[in-house]
């Protein structure tokens, strides 16, 4: 694991070619040197199991059973998450070694080719991260490309706590989102999109974490929040549109703005024994993950595929996700 790091007057960000990871992020407050990430040292980094910071792919989030049909053919994956294909598999693109293309203060380029077959998918898929530090803000660039139409959701996985306490009940959260999407208790898609209004899932204004969460019984199958919200997006500019999600806690406030149609919020609600910085182990809740991608199970789900989740191809694939820290 080779570390590389871009640092400015805001920011100071930690990555890692393992699993081209984000291991850290130092926000620079007048009277303080903050870490906002949930995470780990390096050196327990092979111990930790909750995808911190990481690159994941060739498809974030589940696909039932394993498996899925695209164009004919049926293609059976590993099932490392019950009997389920969970962030690519046993080893996805956060369990290998990417390439550096290109490193500076501010930008670090990993690369990395995904085999035909690898870990069961179809098409050889060339992909490229780019993490650029700008003032108060990271951007993360995915681009891909694909010799076979091909299920692909790439993203990244870091979890926030903004605040340092224990846990992230007392974040206020904000989603630009209007519907959810139901899961089962092993995180599949059992009904159709659900509008949030009138149900806990209403982050519509500024809603502390704690105070729904689990209250219902979409949230006690899955331990809390780990659902995918559809965003109301009225622009792919990310100068222009309004942030997809906001957190604040502890006069730090982060605004998140993507390109991707969908984001999975994820309340830490199995991180409990998780290698923390300090050497101890974390709880449950202790960190949210803000997961941007698309709906989970989508290769099995042919009325999301204009949604994305499948690329064509040839087709490029190109998204962004921009995190912005502001003190409020």
């Given at each position: 694991m080779n570390l590389y790091v871009l640092e400015n007057d805001f920011l100071k960000i930690t990555l890692s070619d393992f699993g081209a990871n984000w291991l850290s992020c130092i926000v620079k407050l007048p009277n303080e040197q903050r870490e906002v990430l949930v995470t780990t040292?390096?050196?327990?980094?092979?111990?930790q199991t909750a995808y911190?910071?990481?690159?994941?792919?060739?498809?974030?989030?589940?696909?039932?059973n394993g498996r899925y049909t695209l164009n004919g053919k049926t293609y059976q994956l590993a099932q490392n998450?019950?009997?389920?294909?969970?962030h690519g598999g046993n080893i996805g693109a956060d369990k290998q070694l990417w390439q550096v293309e290109s490193y500076s203060s501010q930008a670090v380029r990993f690369s990395k080719t995904f085999a035909n077959g690898e870990e069961g998918f179809g098409g050889e898929v060339k992909v490229t991260?780019?993490?650029r530090l700008a003032g108060?803000?990271?951007?993360?660039?995915f681009n891909a490309l694909s010799n076979e139409d091909t299920p692909l959701a790439l993203t990244n996985h870091a979890y926030f706590n903004l605040s340092g306490e224990p846990t992230i009940k007392n974040h206020l959260l904000k989603l630009n989102a209007t519907h959810y999407l139901p899961v089962a208790e092993n995180g599949i898609p059992n009904a159709p999109l659900k509008a949030v209004?009138?149900?806990?899932?209403?982050?519509t204004q500024a809603?502390?974490?704690?105070?729904?969460?689990?209250?219902?019984?979409?949230?006690q199958a899955v331990r809390g929040y780990d659902h995918a919200f559809k965003l109301a997006k009225g622009s792919n500019?990310?100068?222009?549109?309004?942030?997809?999600?906001?957190?604040t806690a502890n006069h730090l406030t982060l605004e998140l703005r993507t390109t991707y149609p969908v984001l999975q919020v994820y309340t830490g609600n199995w991180l409990a024994g998780q290698p923390n910085l300090t050497g101890g182990v974390y709880e449950d809740h202790a960190g949210v993950a803000l997961e941007a991608g698309f709906y989970p199970d989508t290769p099995n789900h042919p009325e999301w595929w204009s949604v994305g989740g499948i690329t064509k191809a040839n087709e490029p694939y190109h998204h962004k996700i921009q995190y912005r820290f502001i003190q409020s």
């Open positions: 040292t390096p050196e327990n980094w092979q111990q911190f910071g990481a690159t994941v792919g060739r498809y974030a989030n589940r696909i039932a998450n019950g009997e389920n294909n969970l991260v780019d993490y108060n803000q990271l951007e993360i660039e209004q009138g149900t806990s899932f209403d982050f809603k502390l974490i704690g105070r729904d969460l689990l209250s219902d019984a979409d949230q500019d990310l100068t222009a549109c309004e942030a997809a999600a906001t957190l």
